[in-house]
């Protein structure tokens, strides 16, 4: 079992930048875990954002963010992180980690575990 618990998310104004963190905790480790960030914006469906392997090796990311977000991890830690730069309205969203046994963090893999959630609102 893993426990994720995301932070940092608020309102701010368009070109802004916001980091979101994502911490674990559990008793299974870490690292045996892809991680992923994904979004849901209202009346939308989820969308994956970004994903990273398990040891930061590889990192993933959905056209729409590419240049502008950076996912990263902390192993130790049981952190991951995705900052978000040059942020416009139409990443408005709630933004989920989620943990994947498969340890890839690919957009498509069947993630296991989920966070609750937080709320990015970028104004214009």
């Known amino acids: 079992q893993v426990q994720l618990v995301e932070s940092g998310g608020g309102l701010v104004q368009a070109g802004g930048s916001l980091r979101l963190s994502c911490a674990a905790s559990?008793?299974?480790?870490?690292?045996?875990?892809?991680m992923g960030w994904f979004r849901q914006a209202p009346g939308k469906e989820r969308e994956f954002v970004a994903g990273?392997?398990?040891?930061?090796?590889?990192?993933y990311y959905a056209d729409s963010v590419k240049g502008r977000f950076t996912i990263s991890r902390d192993n130790a830690k049981k952190m991951v992180y995705l900052q978000m730069n040059s942020l416009k309205p139409e990443d408005t969203a709630v933004y989920y980690c989620?943990?994947?046994?498969?340890?890839?963090?690919?957009?498509?893999?069947?993630?296991?575990?989920w966070g609750q959630g937080t709320e990015v609102d970028v104004s214009s």
């Open positions: 990273i392997s398990w040891s930061g090796g590889s990192t």
């Open positions: 989620a943990a994947d046994s498969s340890r890839q963090g690919l957009g498509w893999s069947q993630y296991d575990y």
């Open positions: 559990g008793r299974t480790t870490f690292s045996n875990y892809g």
